[in-house]
């Protein structure tokens, strides 16, 4: 697709319900990332994926947070059991290739607003 | 505790003013990058910086990135009321982590 397309993009649950948000990152875009953004802050970093694989997942809360990308393209994070604290906003971006040296660019969706009540 | 430490938090300031925000840390990073992100969107990418001591020009924005490669700033001359918003600073390690400061979020007032 022409951008990073995130669904949904207002959720609204109750504490205790498990959540999908879905990432749909630009075409051919091998790198993804997820991050989370609480109001006033920067994004935090969750979990980093190249491929398939998640590369760096260490920002990931705990245990109840997961995430996969089975085919290598759109990605799905989970939140079991949510919580009042996991109301953000749940970023996704997707850059064509490593982000270090070589400087490529990081393509954010617009996110995903997730409010746990 | 943020990897990447902004500064000033808020900056409220009239339009023509100049302005620096700073973006320090204690690691290095293989290159350094600028978003600006605007409310109900993601962050947009300004600038990226790759070289200790390099100096980019974007129009009224200038970037630098320190020679240790741990800090950067950001300079805007005579601000408009359309760069409000919040500016991020990502670095890039070599394990092709992005991790971000907690933002300068800009009010320029006409």
């Known amino acids: 697709g022409a951008g990073v397309s995130q669904t949904p993009s207002n959720k609204v649950t109750e504490k205790g319900k498990y959540v999908e948000l879905r990432c749909d990152p630009i075409s051919g875009h091998t790198a993804l990332y997820w991050y989370r953004q609480s109001l006033g802050q920067g994004p935090e970093f969750l979990i980093y994926?190249?491929?398939?694989?998640?590369?760096?997942d260490s920002g990931l809360p705990n245990d109840r947070f997961f995430a996969v990308r089975p085919e290598g393209s759109v990605s799905t994070l989970k939140i079991q059991r949510t919580e009042r604290g996991d109301s953000a906003v749940y970023l996704c971006?997707?850059?064509?290739?490593?982000?270090?040296?070589?400087?490529?660019?990081?393509?954010f969706g617009a996110g995903s607003r997730l409010t746990v009540l | 505790t943020q990897l990447l430490e902004q500064s000033p938090q808020f900056l409220s300031i009239q339009e023509g003013e100049n302005l620096t925000v700073y973006c320090n840390s204690s690691?290095?990073?293989?290159?350094l990058q600028w978003y600006r992100q605007e409310p109900g969107e993601g962050p947009v990418l300004l600038v990226t910086v790759v070289t200790g001591g390099e100096v980019k020009k974007l129009k009224r924005l200038t970037f630098q990135f320190g020679d240790a490669r741990k800090d950067s700033s950001l300079h805007i001359t005579a601000a408009q009321p359309g760069d409000t918003g919040l500016y991020l600073c990502a670095g890039a390690s070599n394990n092709n982590d992005m991790r971000f400061g907690a933002g300068t979020r800009l009010t320029v007032k006409p």
């Open positions: 690691s290095v990073f293989s290159s």
């Open positions: 971006a997707s850059s064509s290739d490593r982000v270090g040296a070589g400087a490529n660019v990081l393509t």
């Open positions: 994926f190249q491929g398939t694989g998640a590369a760096d």
